[in-house]
């Protein structure tokens, strides 16, 4: 899945599994409900009405998960939210009006309810927590106020069965709530981390433009419909400037060099390190208008001030023509072959890749 988020990357399959367990455990409901009937016909429906719509939701999420995540997410807490809490509250209500007997009717949802929002809580954001923490709160305190004013209720296998499962339950919900958080803040530090190291490990350690894998990295995120341009910037004699100058100086020279060519701006460009002393810079979309004024622009910024410690520096740049950026390789081929032109033709120059040229003017 590229170009996702790491949350995003982590919730979807989340999101997918917390859907398959509410499926099949309403299945069971369903087909328990019907086998094993209660006296309200509104339980032969209601499991399944509720399979069928979180098998919906599955299809929704299925067929763009990137896109629909946080509406399924949402979803799902409001399905959970607007089926559990006026379930209880009627037959809590009714109990209260002595319209039954609270423990014979209650339907045996409390398992479900506690798995659902256990499983909300371990597996998705944070920011559902508040409606995990109200959807428990409206389910389990009718229930448990109930049972505590109707002491003949609660003294009864099922009357303690359900103070149990509601009390020490949400006693859980409350602790899951900063384990979560922990979990959490874990799971973000690592990404930084990792992401920082990603970040690195595409960067050239002296210049800090792009590496070749910076590079690649970068072309891939691009459309594949998009056309490129590629430069290569060769440092002119930059031997003698090591040899005269030393080797720190010289990569002195290669940092000031990388920060001229960073100034360079063009809508959607990328820059990198090829090489020792040579650079690479990739136009998207460039028009042919931009290719030919890209010489004077370069030389300006490159050749016109001296630099610090050894004075003037000039660099050899070859131009390829636009292509798809499938042919990436070739025009790098294309540019290399205008620079080793440029070099052969005196250095200090932009050459602009044609065949005709390469063919008929390349000196020996
Ligand atoms: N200081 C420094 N020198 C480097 C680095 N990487 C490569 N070089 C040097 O860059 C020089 C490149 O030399 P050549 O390939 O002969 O090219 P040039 O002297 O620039 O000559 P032309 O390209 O023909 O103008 C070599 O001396 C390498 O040692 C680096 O990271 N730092």
């Known amino acids: 899945m590229p170009n996702l988020n790491d949350h995003t990357r982590i919730l979807i399959p989340a999101t997918y599994r917390l859907l398959v367990v509410t499926i099949l455990s309403s299945a069971i409901y369903a087909v328990l409900f019907n086998v094993y009937s209660t006296p ?27 896109k629909r995540i946080h509406r399924v997410i949402n979803t799902y ?54 409606l995990v923490v109200i959807t428990w709160s409206l389910n389990s305190l009718p229930v448990l106020l109930f049972l505590l004013t109707h002491p003949d209720e609660l003294q009864t296998p099922r009357g303690y069965d359900l103070l149990f499962l509601f009390g020490p339950a949400s006693l859980l919900i409350l602790l899951i709530i900063p384990y979560q958080r922990s979990i959490n803040h874990h799971m973000n530090s690592i990404n930084f981390d990792l992401k920082h190291s990603q970040q690195l490990a595409d960067r050239d350690f002296l210049t800090d433009v792009l590496n070749r894998r910076g590079l690649e990295n970068w072309l891939n995120k691009l459309d594949s419909g998009s056309k490129i341009c590629v430069l290569l910037i060769d440092i002119d004699h930059f031997k003698n400037i090591n040899d005269t100058f030393g080797h720190t100086i010289g990569d002195h020279v290669l940092v000031e060099f990388a920060s001229r060519l960073r100034t360079i701006y063009f809508n959607d460009h990328g820059l990198a390190r090829w090489g020792g002393e040579e650079f690479i810079m990739v136009i998207v979309n460039p028009s042919e208008d931009l290719v030919s004024t890209l010489g004077p622009i370069f030389k300006h910024t490159l050749n016109q001030l001296p630099y610090r410690q050894v004075g003037k520096v000039t660099a050899s740049i070859g131009i390829s023509t636009i292509q798809p950026k499938a042919h990436f390789l070739d025009l790098v081929e294309e540019a290399d072959k205008a620079v080793y ?17 390469i063919e008929t003017k390349t000196p020996d």
């Open 341 to 357: 032109y440029a070099k052969s033709n005196g250095r200090n120059q932009v050459v602009i890749y044609s065949s005709a040229l």
């Open 40 to 66: 309200f016909i509104i339980h032969a429906f209601q499991p399944a009405f509720f399979t069928l719509l979180h098998l919906m939701l599955f299809i929704y999420l299925y067929r763009n998960p990137q």
């Open 77 to 130: 807490g409001a399905i959970i939210l607007l089926t559990s809490v006026p379930n209880t509250l009627y037959f809590t209500i009714g109990a209260w009006q002595n319209k039954w007997q609270f423990v014979e009717i209650f339907p045996p949802i409390s398992g479900m309810i506690i798995l659902s929002t256990t499983l909300i809580m371990l597996m998705l954001p944070e920011k559902l927590n508040r």
